[in-house]
């Protein structure tokens, strides 16, 4: 029987996170390079996408940065030629990239409906398919997507409809996309955080909803970023070479209430 520890190894693979310059995918990315992967980084912000590429370097693996707008198709699909004109394949590809945006659902604006929608569910699925085009041919590959329990609960005290939606939308694409592309040996899986300490709660308007947050939590404080680099090399190795389709929650006992 092989040994346990030597199935989470991601020696030699390739492995590509969107929104990769910041918070969970920064930590995805440190993850997968620990556990032996060279690791492309892209994100709409370069500078930050480079920051991290050069950490991933500084791992002793190889890395790239890459400026993506993944929201667009044009983007995407550069992104993933860049992927392949440096590592010729694909082994592993995490989309992270997200955004929200917190408003009443009877006065919630159109366009930011739109923006949360284009990226969150339109631009992860422009992002798998692509990812499956260098996928298939290969006969395998790990394809893994953040999404949230904001999917299966309701925010509070803020509101946040158009998130919670498509994150619930991106849940069951996941388990549309792993039936399909299980045959092809690409396995298709989520990881599903609840709320976590990342640069984005430093503004004042965040800074205040901690603490009732915390409250919430069965665990009475949010996540680590650093708590979340174990699913993904799991998600990622062939130490979950039996699931398929699944949504790992990670939370803190959240949605047990
Ligand atoms: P973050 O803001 O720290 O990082 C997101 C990264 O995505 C940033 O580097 C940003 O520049 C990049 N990005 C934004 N728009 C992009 C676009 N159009 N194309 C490419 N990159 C883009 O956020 P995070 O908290 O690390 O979130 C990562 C994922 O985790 C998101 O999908 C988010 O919904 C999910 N999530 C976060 C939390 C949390 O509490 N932080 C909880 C549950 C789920």
New binding site residues.
């Given amino acids: 029987m092989a040994n346990i520890i030597n199935k989470f190894s991601l020696n030699g693979k390739k492995a590509l996170v ?10 995805y990315a440190h993850a997968l390079a620990e556990a032996g992967a060279d690791v492309a980084i ?4 370069l500078d ?2 480079e920051k991290v590429s050069e950490e991933v370097n500084d791992l002793g693996v190889k890395s790239v940065a890459i400026k ?5 198709i044009d ?1 995407i699909k550069n992104m993933i030629d860049v992927v392949v004109k440096n590592w010729k394949r694909l082994d592993v590809a995490v989309n ?5 945006i917190w408003g009443d659902a009877h006065d919630f604006a159109i366009e930011d409906w739109d923006r949360v929608m ?3 569910l339109r ?1 992860n699925f422009l992002c798998a398919q692509q990812e499956a085009k260098i996928m298939i041919p290969q006969k395998h590959g790990k394809i893994i ?6 999917a299966v609960m309701v925010n509070i005290p803020q509101f946040q409809i158009s ?1 919670s939606v498509s ?1 619930a939308a991106e849940e069951h694409m996941i388990r549309c996309l792993a039936v399909e592309w299980i045959p092809f040996g690409i396995y298709v899986n989520g990881i ?10 430093e503004t004042k308007e965040l800074k205040e909803k901690v603490p009732i947050w915390e409250k919430l939590y069965p665990i009475k404080r ?2 680590e ?1 650093e708590e979340f680099k174990g699913a993904v090399v799991y998600l990622a190795s062939d130490a979950s070479s039996f699931m398929v389709g699944h949504i790992m929650v990670i939370d803190g006992g959240y949605v047990l209430y």
């Fill in positions: 969107t929104g990769g310059g910041s918070g969970i995918g920064r930590a892209s994100d709409i912000n930050s996408a993506v707008d993944c929201s667009k983007d992270n990239a997200g955004i929200s284009d990226l969150n631009g997507f953040t999404t949230s329990i904001s998130y994150k599903s955080p609840g709320a976590v300490y990342t640069p984005a709660l949010l996540g970023v």
